[in-house]
């Protein structure tokens, strides 16, 4: 049987004929469903039951924090909407191994966080949190939604050198346009979605911008950013990561890699790989693995030597 949120976005695009309003109102519900709630996978029990675990209240949410690791360097781990910390478990083990500690957390309404409703803010209240206890943070990274929280908080108080972004966008125009084109919405009912996501976060478009988005408002000079997307993304296609990654110009530099989507790029060799290098040795170790800085065109490839899982 379809779930109900299934069957609300099958019945929006009907809607919409209607009353753009009502879709609009709906589709916002909708975007900003977590349910239901990502399981720990079996391969990743074993490092998820490894950490030590402690709390932090977030805008009123208790939620789960994780520490793997006693290294001098640290990096915070940023998962994506309706994730968890769980699916980090190879770039757990590979960044400990390398004398890294690595904090994380499962958002509100996410994993073995309390709450029910939960939005960026939540990312950047939780991570602030964490860098007045555990920081500095020498890397920031984000997978998916993750990744627009990363870049946000690298620009907004947190202070890092390096920021990776994995599977992600760099505004969230592009999570809400492509959350559009998924439900098929009209131009009136994608406005009224816009309209409300807006709302919800007492912002203009201007200040929404300002905040929020890093391709008109690249990172702080002294951060160097890692870009890794997949060519066959479905969930989120590369366009906004190669506008994100030609707006840092020469800070930056991207990886694009092939048939691993959007969920199994996170632990894939080439993005263990290019992680590890550029966390521990910059920019001379990522460009030996066959990165790409440059402009939005240039095509990156997987790593010489390293064979992307089938």
Excluded: C, K, N
């Amino acid at each position: 049987m379809p779930s109900a949120p299934l069957l609300l976005a099958r019945s929006i695009p009907s809607i919409a004929r209607v009353s753009p309003t009502l879709a609009g109102d709906l589709a916002y519900r909708l975007f900003f469903t977590t349910s239901p709630r990502m399981p720990v996978r079996t391969a990743d029990a074993p490092t998820h039951a490894d950490a030590r675990r402690g709390s932090l209240r977030v805008r009123g949410a208790e939620i789960t924090t994780y520490v793997w690791g006693a290294g001098p360097r640290t990096a915070l781990l940023l998962h994506g909407w309706r994730g968890r910390t769980s699916p980090f478990a190879p770039l757990v083990r590979e960044l400990v191994a390398e004398r890294f500690r690595v904090v994380s957390f499962d958002a509100p309404a996410h994993g073995s966080s309390r709450g029910r409703r939960t939005d960026i803010r939540d990312w950047v209240d939780a991570a602030e949190q964490l860098h007045a206890t555990h920081g500095p943070f020498d890397l920031i990274l984000g997978h998916s939604f993750g990744a627009l929280a990363a870049l946000t908080i690298a620009r907004a108080g947190v202070p890092t050198p390096a920021v990776v972004t994995i599977a992600g966008a760099a505004s969230p125009d592009a999570f809400l346009a492509q959350f559009a084109r998924d439900l098929d919405l009209d131009d009136r009912t994608a406005a009224r979605l816009a309209e409300r996501f807006r709302r919800r976060l007492d912002l203009d478009e201007t200040t929404v911008s300002a905040r929020y988005d890093a391709v008109a408002h690249p990172l702080p000079e002294g951060t160097r950013l890692l870009v890794v997307h997949d060519r066959d993304d479905r969930r989120m296609p590369d366009d906004s990561s190669l506008l994100l990654h030609a707006a840092q110009g020469a800070r930056s530099r991207l990886l694009r890699t092939d048939g691993l989507g959007h969920a199994r790029i996170l632990s894939a060799d080439p993005t263990l790989d290019a992680v590890v290098a550029f966390a521990t040795g910059g920019f001379d170790a990522v460009d030996g693995l066959g990165t790409t800085a440059g402009d939005e065109t240039s095509t990156a490839t997987r790593p010489r030597g390293v064979r992307v899982p089938g």
